[in-house]
């Protein structure tokens, strides 16, 4: 049995997800002799350690009916608890970047590997982060910061390794990509479609984020960062939000034998996130609050792939199969 | 080239593959064939209208060929806008002059906006109008395709455009 000692920095959504899953996983992950022990659970409010293990289950509890894990305790559980893996799931801050590449920064400064889903360290300074790990010869993975359940980078680094990618196309955003979808089966116009998702928990109290295509462009920066090696910021992307779309323009498209997707684009180094019409019978042509990525290859030809952008535990399924190929592909 | 040819064929058996094969000799390539066999002339012949594509310079030979072997060639089109695209604009498009946006591509001379169908809700409310543009070939539909740009970015206008990988690999 080898043992590997994480930490969950953020106890939101996500960090619970992970939590529910490692605790559901556990007959499967000693089968494959593996003890997953978090050693750590911290969120705003405070934290919880335990070297021997938390009690998973009272944690969640904690946090159902107290708000917090640990409220009142402090500690910087990154440097000074000894583990192996930092999966950061604070919230993402498109701005700095804070608490989240701090966390980053100190976990690779202290010698751990790092699994996350925060998108904002990752957007705006991809290539420092990956040079630290790389330099303190830890492992950085982040398959969780885009499209959520679905395996993009994984696909495109390991399964399609060989292949020189020469363009994706996806669409990253599940609120947008669930208002398009209800506007146009549904007939219904965007302010109202907007409060319907809001009241679903879809959208944000403040949608500027989603349906301006602000989230879809900094994962957009992710993926040409991490596929194509660029240097991207979010400034760097022309980006076209569906705020102006209207019921008629997607009628139109409708008798046409199209649907319009806010569609996220890499291809010949020029990122475009924009309402763009795509073929009925076309691959990308996913609804609701559907992801999709569709990679262009010289080798394998187009591979599409699909899921569910969002979540608690679909994104933790992706956080989860991060932790294991640390594990699998760990010396220690 | 791409050739619409309408040809019309006696009512016995074996007329149609009479009339496909030497485009297929002179190696061209039959994108479609519409026959209609209830729907005859008044000189009760029948009308395929076939779509091909095929070398410029064998087109007289294949003509002089299938009237040599009794097949009528009643008319020879050249489809010379053979490249199409459709987009979408939102906005004030009839008040920022729609025959202006249609003329910016129609004056070109390669390129040309062939269909339209326009969506006004109400006179305050931003209109929605679907567009083919259709072009002598790729590179012309590309420029024409800037211009559009251009133009929805003067007039504040927003243009969907299909997807850029749609044709290649899917």
Redesign the interface.
């Known amino acids: 049995m080898r043992t590997f000692r994480i930490s969950i920095i953020g106890f939101g959504a996500v960090g619970q997800g992970v939590a529910r899953s490692i605790l559901s996983k556990q007959e499967y992950l000693n089968k494959q002799g593996i003890d997953l022990r978090v050693v750590g659970i911290s969120d705003s409010k405070g934290c919880e350690i335990n070297e021997k293990g938390i009690d998973i289950e009272a944690a969640l509890l904690r946090k159902k009916q107290k708000g917090s894990v640990g409220a009142g305790n402090s500690l910087d559980i990154i440097r000074e608890v000894e583990h192996d893996i930092v999966v950061e799931v604070t919230p993402t801050n498109i701005n700095n970047g804070e608490p989240g590449i701090g966390n980053m920064r100190a976990a690779f400064g202290s010698g751990k590997h790092v699994v996350t889903s925060n998108k904002g360290p990752l957007a705006l300074h991809f290539s420092e982060l990956k040079e630290l790990a790389e330099d303190n010869g830890l492992f950085f993975r982040y398959e969780a910061t885009v499209g959520g359940a679905v395996p993009i980078f994984n696909l495109v680094h390991e399964a399609l390794a060989g292949n020189t990618v020469?363009?994706i196309?996806g669409i990253l955003n599940g609120t947008c990509n669930y208002i398009l979808t209800r506007m146009s089966d549904e007939r219904m116009p965007y302010d109202l479609v907007l409060k319907e998702a809001q009241e679903l928990g879809f959208a944000e109290t403040d949608p500027t984020y989603d349906v301006e295509g602000i989230d879809s462009a900094i994962k957009l920066v992710i993926i040409a960062n991490s596929v194509f090696s660029q240097t991207a910021t979010y400034k760097d992307v022309d980006v076209?939000g569906i705020n102006?779309?209207?019921?008629?323009?997607l009628?139109?498209?409708n008798?046409?034998d199209?649907v319009?997707k806010l569609?996220c684009?890499a291809?010949d180094g020029k990122l475009t996130v924009?309402?763009?019409?795509?073929?009925k019978r076309?691959?990308?042509a996913v609804g609701g609050t559907l992801n999709v990525a569709?990679i262009?290859t010289d080798l394998a030809?187009?591979i599409t792939i699909s899921g569910k952008g969002a979540g608690s535990i679909e994104t933790a399924s992706s956080i989860l199969s991060d932790i294991l190929y640390i594990v699998r592909n760990s010396k220690s | 080239m791409i050739v619409s040819m309408t040809l019309e064929l006696k009512d016995i058996p074996g007329q149609l593959v009479l009339a496909l094969s030497p485009i297929s000799e002179f190696h061209g390539n039959i994108m479609s064939v519409i026959h209609q066999h209830e729907e005859k002339t008044p000189r009760g012949t029948i009308p395929v209208q076939i779509r091909f594509e095929i070398e410029h310079q064998v087109l007289n030979k294949l003509i002089e060929r299938l009237e040599k072997s009794g097949v009528k060639v009643a008319r020879v089109g050249e489809e010379r806008l053979r490249s199409t695209v459709s987009v979408i604009l939102i906005g004030h498009i009839v008040h920022s002059d729609m025959g202006d946006t249609i003329d910016k591509i129609d004056s070109t001379g390669f390129a040309e906006v062939v269909d339209m169908s326009l969506s006004m809700p109400a006179i305050d409310k931003t209109s929605s109008a679907y567009l083919v543009i259709n072009a002598v070939g790729e590179n012309e539909l590309s420029t024409a395709l800037d211009i559009m740009r251009d133009v929805a970015k003067k007039k504040d206008l927003l243009m969907i455009e299909p997807i850029q990988m749609n044709s290649v690999g899917a």
């Not at chain 1, 924009?274 to 073929?279: D, E, G, K, S």
């Open positions: 020469l363009g196309e076209t102006k779309i209207t019921l008629e323009a009628d139109l498209a008798k046409n199209y319009v569609v684009e291809r924009a309402p763009r019409l795509v073929p076309h691959p990308l569709s262009l030809g187009r």
